[in-house]
């Protein structure tokens, strides 16, 4: 693919005037006829359509060409279902025509096994020398439900037509028709791309054309894999830009998952911690399970969520349920709002004296019998000035005075841009159902689901407002600086600590004062100058764990200390290590005591590149995994609220009478590492700075030991004697 | 209520031979008119009916007597609908005639202000002194839906009437029938009671009754609040005795819920820790949310667990959905069955090439065009000998496909006892839905809730493992051996720490060697005895917090620092506490160093009596909220358990390179705990022994100090000089 265009038009992929069927067939139950039958009998489409099939004068009334080369006019589309073997012949064909895109039916590629996988090869090199861009194999097809054009041979095309704003991108055709099927609750899909085995145009170009287009304004995704970090990450940023946000299902979450996402479409999926991560840092939704997409993305095409994280307000007949969700409500850290004098008013005028007018509203079953009341008491709860949205459980299914319910709520809906949730909790989906489906309400399931969609709502309000509150530049991912294909080919190599030091000292990283002793009086001149007390810690390259062969000793007070410490560590590390040479000590600083002992890592993820990652040292870590994540560059607000996010936070701030630790070091600390990794770009592959002293506030923030592994010339720095400060 | 039957035979209330209507009505809209139509006309109830009414002659076709008085036979049950201020009296009248249960429909009680409590108050009086139960006020009624019975005004009736081996126990009409509702994905109720106001019955006593009767096989219930923990544990207990599990959904995790229940049914929801506390140890399984009722209990209907957890097998046609489901059940922790060669032969021998026959099972959409795979491969799966569960999620509705799949997947039901799940992922529910369901296979409508279904299905199988490999004495709570009305009444009060230690020590406890010093000459003599270093701590009445005045110094490691530290704490303390009285300086042993501290508490919860809490010290409770908790007593496998399942464990356990520390010892002083509790009943409110002091294995565990918050008379040890061992 050619790298200036990562993010190409496909406008005229989604809204072709010219169309050709390639494979064209009169038989139903072929894919060819399937797909003729779904543009020429389902579809609103008023462009050219052209017809391929040698061995066919005539399919469906029209008249049939031989083969692209020999069409009239150059389609802008040419849609394939021929045999696997002839599809890389008329994707030439097609290419040499002047075609723009081509979207392949046909299945036996990749997935297929290793002959498949040659022909997406030669796809590939075709799209890559040619205009033609490809869409497929092995894909179910795309629907542009809001032009009512199916270029795809499902049957259930023809069911599935709910125009609406938002956007589906998927990969595989099964998830994407389930979530296409969320149409039954109300929600309206204008555009699903579902992009099979992604040789060329892959979901995140669809992301991209949904961010560019006017009638989206919310874009689903489901990931098994992301073969292009790139790509996706332009896209999302695009789509952001744009006003669109962007709710994404990942899969890859467990060993089977991976295994199995694998097996499937060949995706790796990569570290399921990086890629909630950057959703986090992008503003991607993330969701747990596939119907929340709908849910999520029915909510912000619905209403855009506050700003400022606006209480809410639960209206329900039962009081179970309303003290159900009041219950849920409360676990997930949403708050109630509080009514004004007028709402209650309203409430308590309206409404039986046995009902409940606070927040959560118990209206009581009096609903059912007068619908009236709802226009009344409901309308008053959506226009309270705390109010920013309405959970309204439906709890039963009583028929008819269901029906009369929804359609006030509907009417109420109508009236007010407080959008109002209903819950449609039975497994009774009666006519009730269809009417808030109707009403473009898309009930969600449960409680729970529907407190999560919620939750993420408000979240991504809170989101936006952080973003637009940051004055700083635009989030850049490292990755995105340095294009493919262009690593270092310096080979990895882990440094040593003096080495890693000496790295994070010149790029302006505090380090304990230290120098390297070839000889036990340098050892002692070194100590002097540093001040006791001090450590020693041998340096040698064949040597990583230096603990582990007797090769510290920390807490040197005097000189007989040093001289002891040299003695032991050499003869101790010459009998654990017995070829190991050694190059001297390290004689440091040692930290100050009443400093919290934190660690900060840096990895390379394969999708992502530099991943930072900021926790508590020792059991904060192994037991509770309380750690924060961001891919790189961070901000000094993503800085700061990595280290308020972790758990242990409160060991930092002063509180409970704790000595309050040097935060804003801290921080300083952590932006230096991610300047530090930009600055060599594609050269670290990982770090490990740990522990990382953080003293009491003024004190500073320093790592204490340091593993580095990068690509770097050897030795990165000559660790001569003396001293460095 | 008589305390001598907590459980009260309730088979005349569900199965009566002779009914009354109190209340009796032509009117379709009213109360009696209603559940006088639900008996008549839409229940098989063939026992004698009576209506009475003082103001009609007839009604429907029959006589109205004027009171049950005038009744020519006595009624096994009163059916009541008389306006509020009657209810009283018509129950006096049934008391003073000898009927045995009344349900009364009518509402306006406790629900509805300081009145209606005093009507509720006499309510309670008049089944106090007769043999008359009452079921009620403000009940929905009872529906016997396995005898096709209905003593309720409620005109879903009809409509609700799938038998089957679920028993349902909910205090709120409402949430009740929503779960009823179920029946529309399968799920056969025989019974289900709504207890009201619950002014005698409670939801227990129908707990306990689903547990005699044979036809319910599962109890499901849900609460808002538990009014009695005896009646609670002895029904789950008699549930668990008969082979069924009990499902509970608990409403009160958050204030915002806790506050709701309140207003809702006065409920007192109770610690949501404690609740879930003893439902894991009764064997309880608690869900999340009202759907997940359904979930778990129509699962546990259709097949008894596996005792081992054995593995499941995914089987779909979607190698999206497949894969999401194996991400899914790999984060749940449960584990993939591995096929056997005879399975993976009739896969491969049957299923398309580019199926996925490993686990899970991608059939792709072949089976969409020959059912008839589905006879033989979902067979095998269910047949393979690994496999205690068939996941299945069935991922698009596409109409007359889906409902020939869902055809077969009866059948091969119909010839496993393997439990085969379908999960009916889209929002379009077809007949395909419909035939899962009326083949009893009750789809759930998330791959998320199939997970956490399965997951508690399997769990609840170990849970029962785990009880028949107890050899110990059922679990008894220490509410239930102390009788209601009962409790000591010396006052509560603080016990300062010599005493609670000395209290310690008796229970065989052990605690550091310590003694009351009230002269600077006995505490040197006392810290030579016990041998250095030791700590001096004052001793006061008045004091609690010792620190926080300057009442503690430790590690004093001669003579000199004795003598420093008795001046400093008595100068110390004057100035911080000027009126303390001080009774002299407890002078005890230090811990030696290298343990790990840890704390125990107990508690006494107001529904389910005395709870012990474990955990690490410092900030592992305060930041992650590392703790197990108990019912007490404690079997010794509890003990064991609740070390091992705090997340903190590796920390005792030796892994790492960290010392192993004195489990056994700890165990041992968890079990003395429980003994010393269960020792002094209804006598101890509060214990806060923290830190424990868990030493490396063969050095014990032994509380550094202890507070006690009880009941004895004052003071419950002298302090006498002298040391203490």
């Known amino acids: 693919m050619p790298q200036e265009n990562p993010l190409p038009d496909l406008s005229l992929l989604c809204s072709p005037k010219v169309v050709a069927m390639i ?3 009169d038989d139903p139950a072929s894919i060819g006829g399937r797909a003729l039958v779904n543009l020429m009998q389902h579809s609103a489409y008023d462009g050219e359509l052209m017809l391929v099939n040698p061995r066919r004068e005539q399919v469906a009334g029209m008249r049939c060409w031989p083969d692209v080369a020999s069409l009239p006019i150059t389609p802008d589309l040419v849609m394939i279902s021929v045999p696997a073997v002839h599809v890389n012949t008329v994707l030439r064909q097609s290419a040499a025509r002047g075609v723009r895109f081509a979207i392949v039916f046909t299945s036996g590629f990749g997935e297929a096994g290793p002959e498949g996988k040659k022909l997406e090869d030669e796809m590939r090199a075709i799209a890559a020398g040619s205009s033609l861009r490809i869409y497929g194999p092995n894909s179910p097809g795309l629907c542009n439900i809001n032009e009512k054009v199916g270029f795809t041979f499902s049957p259930s095309f023809p069911h599935d037509l709910r125009r609406g704003p938002i956007g589906l991108a998927t990969q595989g055709g099964g998830l994407g028709r389930n979530v296409l099927q969320a149409m039954d609750r109300g929600l309206g899909i204008g555009l699903w791309c579902s992009s099979g085995n992604e040789v060329d145009l892959q979901v995140s170009d669809f992301i991209a054309h949904m961010a560019n287009v006017p009638d989206i304004e919310v874009i689903v995704t489901l990931l098994e894999g992301i073969k292009d970090g790139r790509k996706f990450i332009l896209a999302v940023q695009r789509a952001t830009a744009n006003g ?10 467990s060993a089977y998952g991976q295994r199995a996402a694998l097996s499937h479409t060949g995706s790796i999926t990569g570290s399921a911690e990086v890629n909630s991560a950057l959703f986090k840092q992008l503003g991607v939704i993330e969701v747990d399970d596939i119907d929340e997409l709908a849910d ?13 994280g606006k209480p809410v307000a639960i209206y329900c007949s039962s009081g179970g349920a309303s003290a159900l969700a009041a219950d849920m409500v409360g676990l997930a850290g949403i708050r109630l709002a509080t009514f004004d004098a007028a709402t209650t008013q309203v409430l308590a005028e309206s409404l039986p004296s046995y009902a409940a007018i606070g927040n959560p509203v118990d209206t009581t079953t009096a609903v059912l019998t007068d619908d009236t009341l709802i226009d009344k008491t409901l309308l008053a709860v959506c226009r309270d000035p705390d109010v920013s949205l309405v959970l309204m459980p439906v709890t039963i299914d009583y028929g008819d005075a269901t029906v009369k319910v929804a359609e006030s709520v509907v009417r109420v809906q109508a009236q007010s841009l407080v959008p109002i949730v209903p819950v449609w909790m039975s497994s009774r989906q009666g006519e009730g159902h269809r009417i808030y489906a109707e009403g473009g309400m898309v009930p969600v399931a449960t409680v729970g689901k529907a407190v999560k969609a919620v939750k993420r709502w408000l979240d991504h309000g809170q989101w936006l407002a952080a973003r637009a509150a940051d004055a700083g530049p635009a989030f850049e991912p490292l990755l995105l600086r340095m294009p493919a294909g262009r690593e270092p080919v310096t080979p990895a190599r882990t440094l040593n600590e003096y080495e890693g030091k000496a790295l994070l000292r010149r790029a302006g990283i505090a380090v304990p004062d230290s120098g390297v002793a070839r000889t036990p009086d340098q050892a002692l001149q070194l100590a002097e100058r540093i001040g006791y007390p001090v450590a020693a810690k041998i340096v040698s390259a064949s040597v990583t764990h230096k603990s582990d062969v007797g090769g510290v000793a920390l807490g040197l007070v005097d000189a007989a200390q040093v001289l002891d410490a040299w003695d032991r560590i050499h003869r101790d590390v010459g009998k654990a290590a017995p070829g190991a040479t050694i190059d001297g000590l390290l004689i440091e600083a040692m930290a100050r005591s009443g400093g919290v002992e934190t660690l900060v890592g840096v990895s390379r993820d394969t999708v992502f590149g530099p991943v930072l990652t900021f926790g508590l040292g020792g059991v904060h870590v192994e037991l509770f995994h309380d750690v924060a994540r961001r891919v ?4 000094r607000q993503e800085a700061e609220a990595m280290v308020r996010e972790i758990r242990a936070y409160p060991l930092l701030d002063g509180s409970r009478g704790r000595p309050l630790a040097d935060v804003p070091a801290l921080i300083g ?21 740990n522990p990382v002293w953080v003293g009491p506030l003024g004190q500073g923030a320093r790592p204490l030991d340091a593993v580095i592994v990068g690509r770097f010339a050897a030795p990165a720095v000559n660790a001569a004697p003396g001293l460095a400060r």
Do not use: C, N, W, Y
């Open 23 to 25: 494979g064209a067939s």
């Open 296 to 308: 999520t993305a029915a909510l912000l095409a619905r209403a855009r969520p506050p700003r400022a």
């Open 632 to 635: 790189l560059p961070l901000s």
């Open 669 to 689: 600390l952590l932006l230096k590492v991610s300047d530090f990794v930009a600055a060599h770009p594609g050269q670290i592959d990982e770090m490990d700075l």
């Open 244 to 253: 669109k946000p962007v709710v994404a299902l990942k899969v890859g979450r």
